[in-house]
Structures are given as C-alpha cells and as structure tokens.
C-alpha cells in the first residue's frame, strides 16, 4: 500500500466523505421515522375530508418499511463501497483480468493499446456484474415483498427476469461502446481528453433524448395513443393555449408492473410526447389531468427543462475536468490498491468515490427542484385550475401512499417535490389570488 502524503490524503477524504455522508443519511432516516410513527393514527386536519384514517396509517407503513429497507440497502452498499476502493477489490480484480490477457508485461502507463482496451472493458464489465449480483436480492425483495405487500407491486417474476435481460442488453449495446470510447479518448487524445468526451457525452445525451420514446422505451412498454376523445379535446385545448407542439399524446401500460401513476413528456423539440400512466388516468377526472397537464407544461414554459439541462452540462464537464486531474495522479490508483494506472481503473475509482463527496449537494438540488415545482404549479393555476391540481395531487398522495407527515430536515434535504401540506396551501392561495375555489380541499372527492 503507498503511504505518500497525496495518496493518504485521497483515501482519508474519501473515507471521512463516506462515514459523515452515511451518518447523515440515517440520522434524517431516523427523523423521518419518528416523525411518521408519531403522526400514524391521525390525519393531518387539511386532509381530514379527503384521506381515510386506514389510507394514511398505509401510508406511514409503507413510508416506514420503505425507510428501514433502505437503510439496511445503505449499510451494504457503503460496505461493497469499501471493499472495492479502500479495500482494494478493484485493484485485485484488475491484476487477475492483467494476468489473464497476457497484459501486465512493462505496462506502467495509462496507455495500455487494444489489448488494453480489451482489458479495461472486462476488468468494467466484471465489476458491473459483481455489483448487479449484490444489488440483486435487494431488488427482488423491494419488488415482490415490500411493493407487493402494499399492493402496488404488479410485475411477475416472468416479466422481472424479462426486463432485467432487456436491461443488461441494452447495457451491453449501449454502455459498452461509450466506455471503449472514453478509455480510449483518455489513452490517445492528449491532456484534454476530457473535454472531447464532454462534447461526445452531451451528443449522446441529445441522441438517446430523441432516441428514447421511439425505440427503446417501446421494448420495454406498450404505447398508444389516447382514445378518449373528450379528454384528447381538453389537452389540446391546453396545449394550444400554451402555444406547446407535441408529436402526440400517449398512454403507457404502467399497470403491467405497478400500480402506482405517473406522468411524463418525453422526446425533444418538435418530437416530444406526453405520456400518462393507464393507472392515473383511471383515477382523476379529465379536469384533474388538465392541471396535471398544465403543471408539466409549466416546466417547459418555465424554461426550467432547459436550466436542469445547462447545469447538467456544467456538472458533467466539471466532473470530467476533475476526473483528466486525478488519472494523471499515480497516487490515486495507489491509494484505493490499483497497481498499474489505466483508464479503465481510473474510471471505476471515480465512479465509486465520488458519490460520496456529491452526496452533501443533494439539499442544494433538492431546493432548487422544489422552487421549480412552486413555480409549475402557479403556471397551472393561470392555465387551468389550481382547485383541480389539488385535488389531483391529494388522490396522487393517497393513491401512491405518500406520507403526509414527513420530518422538516429530511424534507429539506430530500425531497424534490414539496411536501403535501405547503404545496396545498400553495395551491389555495394561488386559487384565491385569481378568484377562484375559496379552498381547494374542500368538497367531496370523486374518483
């Protein structure tokens, strides 16, 4: 193990990152435990009119089973985490692939030719299905234990195996050429080969934007267009008035798999689509979709589609900037027990101990998600009826048991959506200031 001063300085942060960012994490789980146990058996008075006692109290123990699956997830996560880089499985399962191939003679540099490329992709790919492997059980037991406990799971095992080898293939067909060609890049394009894979990143985003809806997303889902014509008349009503072009309106068979609904827009420019889930279209009435509606259109007039998209852009060429400084530190492969340096290993390592630095932004993101949500919703109170997205959005919390008792800091910290009560109140002002509903929770509820 090298012990210079660079090399134990990457190790201490990652390690001091890693166990700060672990505890904070179950210390606000903790929060937001007690703060649902201590609320379970009664309705917040806002909500008294629309949610049953025995819907919130399913809310608080799916919340409840949720949170205390993840926390044991967490713990062996951050364990593998370890292993891997401190730990030095990484380094280990490198020099085994290095012996096998035949690669390890007088190889001191990054640059490691076609065999080395060769050897990069099965050092990546090895540690990929390690990992898979690992997170399998926890996957399988959030399906078909947790989801299905709270009847929301739907999937068969048929159809779980079928869409893990859907996933892996495309994994392999896609994420397979794109690391080849950014280990490549980091061996024969110079210092800044950094900034050519960023210019490459950002068109293989754009390419997989427009991509996605036409034929990935359909190996997956079946998509057909909405046959209700009173309410296709209502959004394109909606859409005219908020001068919006869209290739179509869609509805997806969500219900194959769960049960809870969502909605979307996929696509770009003049080939975006609006997509809703078969199961919330069976829940809200054709008002509440047009706020629903309205209130994603307002993240597009809002421009705040296009702002994620710059600051993602921003993060992505930061990253790469910092990842071209740290492949040209031997101290970095030494400190976490790889050997030789090498693309394929500087990749892994940066994959692994990142997250844990990028972790204490999450609050910063969560703020920012929040205030565009606010701002959505004030869009649909103008465009629609800020009455019938509060209705919508109290179906959707009781539907998708949400809990409506979360804890202030782990809201803050998390939550990318307001919680129930503020967004409600939100709503209402938003309804009075333009003369409409007194109080949108009040009145029966029709599903």
């Given at each position: ?26 210390w606000?789980s903790?929060r ?30 799916y919340t ?7 926390r044991?997830?967490?713990i ?12 030095g ?12 191939m ?43 234990r ?16 079928a869409?893990?080898?859907k996933?892996?293939?495309l994994?392999?067909l896609?994420g ?12 024969r ?20 934007t ?13 998509f057909t267009?909405?046959g ?13 008035r ?7 309106v ?37 008002s ?6 309205a209130?994603?259109?307002g ?5 705040h ?5 710059v ?17 040209a ?13 090498s ?10 101990v ?16 929040r205030?565009?949500?606010?701002e ?20 959707l919390?009781r ?14 910290f998390y ?11 939100h ?21």
């Amino acid at each position: 193990m090298n012990t210079s001063p660079l090399a134990n300085f990457f190790v201490g942060a990652f390690t001091v990152a890693l166990i700060l960012g672990t505890g904070l994490r179950m210390w606000l789980s903790g929060r937001q435990l007690a703060a649902v146990r201590a609320h379970r058996d009664r309705v917040p008075a806002p909500f008294a009119d629309r949610v049953s006692l025995a819907d919130h109290q399913k809310a608080a123990d799916y919340t409840i089973a949720s949170i205390n699956f993840g926390r044991r997830s967490l713990i062996i996560d951050v364990l593998v985490t370890l292993a891997l880089t401190v730990g030095g499985v990484i380094g280990v399962i490198d020099r085994m692939w290095r012996h096998s191939m035949g690669a390890a003679n007088g190889l001191g540099t990054t640059s490691l030719g076609t065999a080395g490329l060769l050897t990069g992709a099965l050092v990546i790919l090895s540690v990929v299905i390690l990992t898979g492997v690992i997170d399998l059980p926890f996957s399988l037991w959030r399906t078909f234990r947790i989801e299905a406990r709270f009847g929301f799971n739907r999937m068969t095992p048929a159809l779980f195996a079928a869409d893990l080898a859907k996933s892996c293939l495309l994994g392999l067909l896609i994420g397979g050429p794109v690391v080849l060609a950014a280990m490549a890049l980091m061996d024969r394009a110079g210092p800044y080969w950094w900034l050519y894979a960023w210019v490459g990143w950002m068109a293989l985003m754009l390419l997989m934007t427009w991509a996605w809806p036409a034929f990935i997303a359909p190996w997956f889902n079946k998509f057909t267009p909405l046959g209700d014509a009173e309410l296709k008349q209502r959004i394109e009503a909606l859409l005219q008035r908020c001068g919006f072009q869209s290739e179509g309106v869609f509805v997806v068979d969500g219900s194959r798999r769960s049960a809870h609904g969502n909605a979307y827009f996929t696509g770009m420019g003049r080939h975006k689509r609006i997509v809703f889930f078969d199961t919330l279209l069976s829940r809200l009435s054709h008002s509440e979709v047009e706020a629903v509606l309205a209130h994603e259109l307002g993240h597009f007039k809002l421009k705040h589609v296009r702002k994620r998209l710059v600051v993602t852009m921003a993060g992505s060429l930061g990253a790469l900037a910092l990842l071209g400084w740290l492949t040209a530190q031997a101290q970095f492969y030494s400190a976490f027990g790889v050997q030789i340096p090498s693309s394929h290993a500087a990749l892994l390592l940066f994959m692994f101990v990142m997250p844990a630095f990028g972790f204490f932004a999450t609050p910063l993101g969560s703020l920012w998600s929040r205030r565009h949500e606010f701002e959505a919703d004030a869009f649909a109170a103008q465009h629609s009826s800020a009455g019938d997205l509060a209705v919508a959005l109290v179906k959707l919390y009781r539907d998708n048991a949400t809990t409506l008792t979360p804890d202030p800091l782990y809201c803050a910290f998390y939550y990318s959506h307001p919680p129930a009560t503020e967004r409600i109140e939100h709503l209402r002002r938003n309804e009075v200031e333009i003369n409409r509903l007194p109080n949108p929770l009040n009145g029966p509820v029709s599903v």
